[in-house]
């Protein structure tokens, strides 16, 4: 069986050899760099799976090895950690202010605003987690629908955790917060900030950064959500 340190040296040197043909691929005449498809998946570079077994396992998170072959053609296992689907929210308000919390997260023992949101309850959709999750965390509830901005997996690599965020419009405060994992402050905080905030490492976690960046890159290229 192999251990994390072997993961990831097979891994260093897969990714190094697929740099190297990636380079060679793309560098057109005089080393113009070619776009590509979207379209193109050649089945010679998809990694192959012929199984995968579980070490740990409990309602938040699973743990396997994945018994895979990299298109380089060795065969080996490798770590993988599932988690469940996650909705975040994006709420603003009519002063162009987005509904946050400032919290303390132990894991890296640090500080800094998050938007609401939280695990994907079975056969529940992810708009109604989104509004869920803001109400419980925030005792705000959402007035306007929440609709889907985008979904990413923030660290595909070797984490499988499907993230959605959404966005939406307006909220009225109806108590206090449930969740048991409060916040040392809810507020409603103005978007031209935001940059600032990201700059000083004071926002955390990638489904509050995708959010509040996606929203900003939207108003850049005239797309909206705007104010």
Do not use: C
Not at 26 to 54: A, D, M, N, Q, Y
Not at 59 to 72: G, M, Q, Y
Not at 77 to 97: F, G, M, S, T
Not at 168 to 189: N, Q, S
């Amino acid at each position: 069986m192999w251990g994390l340190e072997s993961d990831w040296a097979a891994l260093h040197e897969f990714r190094s050899r697929a740099t190297r043909g990636r380079a060679e691929r793309h560098v057109g005449h005089g080393g113009t760099v070619l776009g590509v498809s979207t379209e193109e998946r050649p089945e010679e570079l998809r990694t192959k799976v012929f199984g995968e077994r579980t070490l740990y396992d409990n309602p938040w998170v699973r743990l396997t090895l994945v018994d895979i072959e990299p298109p380089d053609g060795r065969r080996f296992e490798y770590h993988v950690v599932r988690l469940q689907r996650v909705a975040a929210a994006l709420v603003l308000n009519d002063a162009d202010e987005v509904l946050m919390m400032w919290r303390h997260r132990f894991v890296d023992d640090s500080w800094g605003w998050e938007l609401p949101g939280g695990i994907i309850d079975q056969g529940e959709e992810g708009a109604q987690a989104a509004a869920r999750e803001v109400e419980e965390e925030t005792g705000w509830r959402p007035t306007g629908p929440l609709e889907h901005a985008v979904s990413f997996q923030p660290m595909v690599g070797m984490v499988d955790t499907p993230h959605e965020v959404y966005v939406g419009k307006g909220a009225e405060l109806v108590g206090e917060p449930t969740d048991l994992e409060e916040a040392a402050r809810i507020a409603w905080v103005p978007m031209g900030t935001v940059l600032e905030l990201i700059s000083k490492g004071e926002v955390l976690g990638s489904g509050s950064l995708v959010g509040l960046l996606y929203v900003l890159a939207q108003r850049g290229s005239g797309l909206t959500p705007e104010s």
